[in-house]
């Protein structure tokens, strides 16, 4: 029996063809783990989309991962967003949502372009570098921005979140377990100053929209507000980063689709989606059965867990042509890498234009990328990632 909560998949290279054959046995396949434990795995992205939009039968508070700590589950579950259900979910949501007025769209975009300029001319200097970790510093710089920290702090930011929440954090040993709790401790304590720095003096951010926003007439408390700002850069920092280096990597591994869209920089909308459904750097989201219900005509369970394999569901045959190919042009992409229903991803926008402007800047800056060394896959069942990616970036005459 295939394990696809393996953390170890990911570097066997078949992941893709390991999901392609399960899914053509059942889009629905019964998972059992080492351990003894089982959940639902859901491979197909017509059945994906239907387990998403299903919040009345499908709860997103009792944990959004496989693996996830169910004491840490249920104190953040109604508080944080990833793990809270209608209809508080989207009142919370619509708290952080106000904070993205034109102007501060606008500034988060002008942060964006001086980021990835001076991180690829960093990068074209050096000759050779390690593509992961430049990557890193641009999805921390906007959630940074986004937040309210004040620029001269961004350095800490990245990297106490690289220790917090990085691949290590995720899959290493004990000492690196103590070293991400003790950054993770570091970072809790900045919100708090930053909390207390915003109620004086608010500003046009996400943190001072959740210190003034209200739900059913009451405030947020500080822990919600924490929460927030911890599911803000932890899910915004990992994705962002490793569809960037994915991104990198299909362009150079397919060199005509480079050459396609340096010739027709029109393509680059329909490149970025493709690079969001190729790279899919969340592999899965869990949803647990709130009552005894039915999928693909099988039983469900209250309590069973279904985990929703994002990254199958975007190399699901019926619904993308050639889904293994990289096709920077293609259209229609109805790709699930932000989920779908009630949690589409908070940071879409955002995302996509992270994405458009490294591209962008990429197609422009950098005549020629070429491997510099093996790329090392994630260990982890959650993010289909980069431990490393040593690249050199020649500049374009």
Not at 94 to 110: C, G, H, Q
Not at 138 to 151: A, F, Q
Not at 163 to 186: I, K, L, P, W, Y
């Amino acid at each position: 029996m295939t394990d696809l909560a393996d953390p170890e998949l990911p570097r066997s290279g078949r992941t893709e063809e390991i999901w392609k054959e399960l899914r053509e046995q059942s889009p629905l396949y019964r998972n059992e783990r080492a351990n003894g434990s089982e959940f639902w795995a859901v491979l197909s992205h017509p059945l994906a989309n239907q387990v998403l939009r299903d919040s009345a039968n499908f709860t997103s508070e009792k944990g959004m991962r496989l693996d996830h700590n169910p004491l840490a589950t249920e104190a953040s579950a109604g508080k944080m967003l990833i793990v809270t259900d209608p209809p508080r979910h989207g009142k919370i949501r619509r708290i952080i949502n106000s904070a993205f007025t034109p102007r501060m769209v606008k500034r988060l975009e002008d942060t964006m372009r001086s980021t990835v300029v001076e991180t690829l001319e960093e990068a074209m200097e050096k000759g050779t570098s390690d593509f992961v970790d430049a990557a890193a510093r641009l999805p921390v710089s906007v959630i940074c921005d986004m937040l309210g920290v004040p620029k001269k702090d961004w350095g800490f930011m990245l990297d106490r979140t690289m220790v917090a929440f990085g691949s290590d954090a995720v899959e290493g040993g004990e000492d690196q377990a103590m070293r991400a709790a003790a950054a993770h401790t570091d970072l809790l304590m900045y919100y708090d100053e930053l909390l207390e720095l915003r109620r004086e003096d608010p500003q046009e951010d996400v943190v001072s929209a959740m210190v003034q926003g209200e739900v059913d007439g009451e405030p947020l408390t500080d822990e919600e507000i924490f929460l927030n700002c911890d599911g803000l850069i932890s899910g915004g920092n990992e994705t962002t980063r490793h569809a960037t280096v994915g991104g990198l990597l299909a362009l150079m591994d397919h060199p005509d689709q480079w050459d396609r869209l340096r010739a027709d920089p029109g393509l680059l909308p329909s490149t970025v989606q493709e690079v969001l459904r190729y790279t899919s750097p969340a592999m899965h989201v869990l949803r647990t059965a709130n009552q005894d219900t039915e999928l693909e005509g099988r039983a469900i369970a209250a309590g069973d867990e279904v985990a929703v394999w994002l990254s199958a569901a975007n190399r699901d045959g019926q619904v993308f042509e050639n889904p293994d190919a990289f096709d920077v042009g293609r259209t229609p992409n109805r790709h699930l890498t932000f989920a779908s229903g009630t949690h589409f991803c908070l940071g879409s926008a955002l995302a996509t234009m992270e994405l458009s402007v490294m591209f962008e800047e990429l197609t422009r800056r950098v005549g020629a990328a070429g491997h510099a060394g093996p790329v090392q896959r994630m260990r982890s069942n959650l993010i289909w990632g980069f431990e490393s990616m040593p690249v050199t970036l020649d500049r374009r005459s």
